[in-house]
């Protein structure tokens, strides 16, 4: 089990990174997109792996739970990760609809810009 | 009076003439007097003490781990500049008051004056040396504001910047230095640093420490080669440069070598740094002073003269100069400043600080003329006023000077100096008072009001005062301040008197003074020599310097910074592995602790999809549309994964934003081009295959390595567990955590998502307000649309589901404290139960029914959740502290309430804000004119009758 979580954090990063790394907006996003889930699995695999253990009490009997504070962490990481993918769609599409152009490299700055006087 | 308050009154009071300018200028005036009058009183209180030779101390722990605190004492030589600081602040303020026009907003002026103030005050009464240097630092960016006070003069705005980066540069070397003599002396607190002489002497890190700590003395006191930006700074308004560079600022640096004098003077490295130092610049300042014609300019040249008069007097180390020092930093900054006023109101009545244009103002400004005329004479070291009492000590201590072996030069050079410095205190007089009344001033020459002259009246009666009756006005004061730069014991025999008979000292000034008046006959034709004479220009070099820096930056910024994002990310992504490499090479992997699990098949199964999702998108990601679907694949897994790793909320949590954020992609790639084309050579993708695959195995490695140890520490998650039900009032340990104990983090969480939505939504409306919104509305759709824009199962099946779905909503929503659930899941799957309205019914229709704007739902949840916290605290508990109950009502089961649920509430409708406003902006771009139809369920039989009946007939 904890290989198999372990490798598909790996697989999830490598893919997240490949595609951050292309040259256009939308695989960009993708990429943003895997990486996210890498890291909240991660984040989330901080607290061990166990299985049919929810952090929920039960009040009449003793029984294990697993770490509940890694999962406290992650929930809101997933909903700010959401937040964050819409901003950055928002920004493509816009950038995307202003010059017709998704590419993410800034264009050559022409000579004397940013001179201050 | 406390000093902590006396250093901190300056500051508060900064506040007030920026209030109070609304109330007219009078009022701006009297609160920054009455405040610096305020502090005057509460340092004269000090008197007696500081005349017993007591030290005043006042200490308050600010950050005693870094030993930085603010701690403050006052002896001698702090209360002569404290005094100076505030007496000639009051006296300026009173001056800038009548000074400043109409047109220039004096609120602000006063503002930055009181900062100044108290960043100088800050300097003088500090014990501790970091707390010096960030007032050091202060006053670098106080005198920026008030060099360029006039915005709209482009010499302020130049003067100021060389003006901060040259004593900003210093202040920096300084920081160093202090730093050093903190480490030797092994405590930041001056007055055990003065106490450590031997050991900082014979320490290998105290030439370093001094020639840091010099370098920062140095370029605030304009001393040679830095002097140049001191007369850059008069671009200032007059009552700035009389005050700042005249009796404080500048001083600062002098305030420096005489604080640590006693640790630092006296070895051979301090004589020659030090005293050629002042030597050159009393010498430079003064001959290039003659030959200015800009007053403020001749008496800034003046000044670094006379800056570099006292450096040499503290650089030669014996107690008796170090006296002499002290009596003329009193005398400069009476006649100094008294000198800059007068010439301030000479341009402010003439119209003009040109001395060629000036002559003959004595019958039209006898006031001034007096004031002025005796000031500098007391600047030309004439009997029997103050400023030849300290000159003619300063020559009585250079001619027992002996340099590199020779008796002579510094005796001679220090007479040359005098000489020109007689020459042009006579010019100052001469050219500007005397000779015959002219025709052609600029303006209508008058003496000005009271308000103006009053100040430099004063300060010329203590010129008189203390040349007639030294040692009864200041000899108290000069002995208190000596005594406390020489580190206490015995002062040498002086005596402060006009006539000690026929010295060397006496011959020399009386050369001096000959030799001026020469000078000044001889003006004109020098001048023409020296006009021709071609000499260096210090703003040029130093203009060439920053111009060559700042290429330097823009060429490595640029190298660094060429616009290919992709770049960027590929720096960090290779910087992060090797940092993490290097951790795992520098550190030890202890071995496993725990078992492997035994996956079973049903992971076994997920595994495999994600990995062969993950492996499609990386490539087939060309084909967008494609890869949006199997990224909806990864996420469904994740979230099985989720629920099977005993985390029911994240799984939750995880499917309903897979769901809006899969919209959300979908509704912006509608707008995108669907493909990506090939771009990138095959050498250049194989280099970041590599780089995320290197990535990917550190990532994933580091994960196993976790997960096969138990936790290095004691988890707090235990105290969760324990205190979840008792202390939270819920058994759903996640939720009471986000809720409660962690209930300030979420309300952040909040905030982040709803700023993050109005981003979104200012974003939409910046494109859909330009150019953009033309080429929205003539596009047309690069795929063919759906015949029937919103179906009629679809449009029943949603309508039905609605409630269905907000009633689940409620429902996740109210057990969320105890079971999984809760606002964020709740919120999420309220978002969608709308969202799926605006798909099937369309956008108009939807927006047509929408009673509330998301903005502010976001809003409310925010002030919910702030309003929950805040009722904690008229139960007397801090933010946020939570309370619950059961309620028990007949024939219902006992339940519970908790403010939680309230503050959960608050979670709940930022979430449906924030995430119906992200898609609603999105939805906007697609909206084109003719879309919105009047019933949603469209299906009209006569429309399509009529169409057919029109093709067929």
Redesign the interface.
Same mark, same amino acid.
């Given at each position: 089990m904890e290989l198999l979580v372990a490798s598909a954090v790996g697989i999830l990063t490598a893919a997240g990174i490949y595609l951050i790394l292309r040259r256009r907006s939308f695989p960009v996003i993708l990429g943003l997109s895997l990486l996210t889930y890498a890291v909240n699995v991660f984040l989330f695999a901080t607290g061990r792996l166990v299985t049919a253990a929810p952090p929920i009490l039960n009040k009449y009997e003793e029984v294990a739970y697993t770490d509940p504070l890694p999962q406290a962490l992650v929930l809101t990481a997933i909903v700010i990760s959401f937040g964050m993918t819409a901003v950055v769609v928002m920004i493509a599409l816009g950038a995307y609809l202003s010059s017709l152009d998704d590419r993410t490299a800034m264009p050559a700055e022409p000579e004397g810009a940013g001179d201050d006087a | 009076m406390s000093l902590f308050l006396i250093a901190a009154l300056p500051f508060l009071g900064a506040v007030f003439p920026a209030l109070l300018i609304r109330a007219g200028r009078n009022a701006a005036a009297s609160a920054a007097g009455l405040t610096t009058l305020l502090a005057f009183i509460g340092l004269m209180l000090h008197i007696p003490a500081v005349f017993r030779g007591e030290t005043v101390y006042s200490a308050v722990d600010w950050l005693p781990a870094l030993g930085l605190n603010a701690h403050f004492f006052l002896d001698g030589l702090g209360f002569l500049f404290a005094a100076m600081i505030l007496g000639i602040g009051l006296l300026i303020i009173l001056y800038a008051r009548y000074y400043l026009s109409r047109e220039d907003p004096m609120g602000q002026f006063y503002s930055y004056l009181l900062l100044f103030q108290g960043a100088m005050v800050g300097i003088v009464l500090s014990d501790n040396i970091l707390l010096l240097l960030v007032f050091w630092e202060l006053t670098s960016l106080s005198s920026f504001l008030l060099i360029g006070y006039w915005k709209h003069l482009p010499e302020g705005r130049q003067g100021a910047r060389m003006a901060l980066t040259v004593t900003g540069s210093g202040g920096l070397a300084m920081i160093a230095g202090m730093l050093m003599l903190g480490h030797i002396a092994g405590s930041y607190d001056l007055s055990v640093i003065l106490q450590n002489k031997e050991a900082i002497q014979s320490s290998d890190l105290y030439l370093p420490a001094l020639i840091l700590i010099l370098l920062g003395a140095f370029t605030k006191s304009a001393q040679f080669p830095f002097h140049f930006w001191l007369p850059h700074a008069m671009a200032a308004p007059t009552p700035v440069s009389a005050y700042l560079h005249s009796a404080t600022m500048v001083k600062a640096g002098l305030f420096l070598m005489a604080r640590l004098w006693p640790v630092l003077a006296g070895t051979p490295e301090w004589f020659y740094i030090v005293a050629t130092t002042g030597l050159v610049t009393m010498l430079v300042g003064a001959v290039i002073a003659l030959f200015k014609d800009d007053l403020k300019a001749l008496l800034a040249f003046s000044t670094v003269s006379h800056l570099g008069l006292i450096t040499m007097l503290l650089g030669f180390g014996t107690k008796i100069a170090a006296v002499a020092a002290v009596f003329h930093i009193i005398n400069h900054a009476t006649f100094k400043a008294a000198l800059f006023m007068t010439a301030g109101i000479v341009d402010h009545e003439a119209g003009t600080r040109d001395i060629k244009r000036l002559g003959g103002l004595r019958h039209l400004m006898p006031v001034t003329f007096t004031i002025g005329t005796v000031a500098a004479l007391s600047m030309a070291g004439i009997p029997p006023l103050n400023g030849f009492l300290s000159k003619e000590m300063m020559l009585e201590e250079t001619a027992h000077t002996i340099w590199n072996g020779s008796h002579l030069i510094v005796p001679a050079l220090a007479t040359v100096a005098a000489l020109f410095s007689a020459a042009y205190s006579f010019r100052f007089i001469a050219h500007v008072f005397l000779g015959p009344k002219r025709e052609d001033y600029p303006g209508h020459p008058h003496d000005p009001n009271t308000g103006m002259w009053i100040g430099p009246a004063f300060l010329v009666l203590l010129v008189v005062l203390i040349g007639f009756a030294s040692a009864k006005i200041a000899g108290p004061m000069v002995a208190t301040a000596a005594g406390a730069v020489t580190g206490g014991g015995e002062l040498p025999y002086y005596s402060l008197k006009l006539w000690h008979g026929l010295t060397p000292a006496l011959y020399m000034s009386i050369a001096a003074t000959i030799g001026g008046l020469t000078l000044l006959a001889l003006h004109k034709p020098l001048q023409r020599v020296w006009n021709a004479t071609p000499r260096p220009e210090a703003k040029t070099i130093f203009e060439a310097l920053i111009g060559a820096f700042t290429r330097l930056s823009?060429a490595v910024t640029d190298g660094l910074h060429n616009?290919?994002?992709?770049r960027y990310?590929?720096i960090m992504?290779a910087f992060t592995v090797a940092v993490g490499y290097a951790a795992y090479r520098g550190g030890s992997l202890g071995t496993a602790t725990?078992e492997?699990? *035994?996956?079973g098949l049903l992971?076994?199964v997920g595994?495999f999809a994600?990995?062969v999702a993950? %492996?499609f998108?990386?490539a087939k990601?060309r084909n967008?549309l494609l890869?949006?679907v199997l990224?909806g694949v990864?996420?469904l897994v994740?979230s099985m994964?989720?629920n099977?790793?005993?985390?029911?909320?994240?799984a939750l949590?995880?499917i309903s934003?897979e769901v809006?954020?899969i919209i959300?992609?979908l509704l912006?790639?509608n $707008?995108?081009?669907k493909e990506?084309?090939v771009?990138?050579p095959a050498l250049f993708r194989l280099r *970041?295959?590599a780089?995320?695959?290197v990535?990917?195995?550190?990532?994933?490695?580091l994960?196993?390595a976790? %997960?096969?140890r138990? $936790?290095a520490f004691p988890?707090?998650?235990d105290f969760?567990?324990a205190n979840?039900?008792k202390g939270g009032g819920g058994?759903?340990?996640?939720n009471v955590?986000?809720v409660d104990f962690?209930g300030y *983090?979420?309300f952040g969480?909040i905030i982040?998502?709803g700023i993050?939505?109005m981003?979104?939504f200012a974003?939409?409306e910046?494109?859909l307000g330009?150019k953009?919104r033309a080429? %929205?509305l003539n596009r047309k759709p690069d795929l063919p649309q759906a015949g029937d824009a919103h179906p009629l199962m679809m449009v029943v099946a949603t309508r039905v589901m609605m409630p269905l779905a907000l009633m689940v909503a409620a429902y996740i929503f109210f057990r969320g404290h105890?079971?999984?659930g809760g606002g964020?899941i709740a919120g999420?799957i309220a978002a969608i139960a709308i969202i799926m309205q605006y798909m099937a019914s369309g956008f108009a229709w939807a927006t047509e029914r929408q009673r509330y704007p998301y903005h502010a739902i976001i809003g409310s949840g925010v002030l919910i959740a702030a309003a929950t916290g805040m009722g904690a605290w008229f139960n007397g508990m801090p933010f946020l502290t939570s309370d619950f109950g059961y309620i028990h009502w007949e024939p219902l089961e006992e339940f519970e309430w908790a403010t939680a649920a309230l503050f959960d509430l608050g979670v709940f409708l930022a979430?449906v804000g924030?995430?119906l406003l992200?898609l609603e902006?999105?939805s906007r $771009?697609a909206w084109q004119p003719g879309m919105s139809t009047e019933h949603a369920m469209d299906i009209n039989p006569a429309r399509d009758e009529a169409a057919k009946t029109g093709t067929e007939g």
């Open positions: - | 823009q616009g290919v994002l992709t990310a590929a992504v725990r492997m699990q *035994d996956p992971p076994v595994w994600l990995v993950t %492996l998108i990386v990601h967008r890869a949006l990224i990864v996420g994740v994964a989720f099977y790793l005993s985390a029911p909320d994240l949590t995880q934003v809006v954020t959300l992609m912006a790639l $707008f995108m081009p990506t084309p771009e990138t *970041d295959g780089i995320s695959v990535a990917g195995l550190g990532a994933g490695g994960i196993y976790l %997960l096969m138990d $936790f988890t707090i998650s969760h567990l979840s039900y058994t759903n340990v996640v955590i986000l962690r *983090d979420t969480e982040v998502l993050a939505a981003v979104i974003l939409t910046a494109v330009s953009v080429y %929205l105890n079971l999984p964020f999420l979430v924030a995430v992200a902006s999105l $771009f």
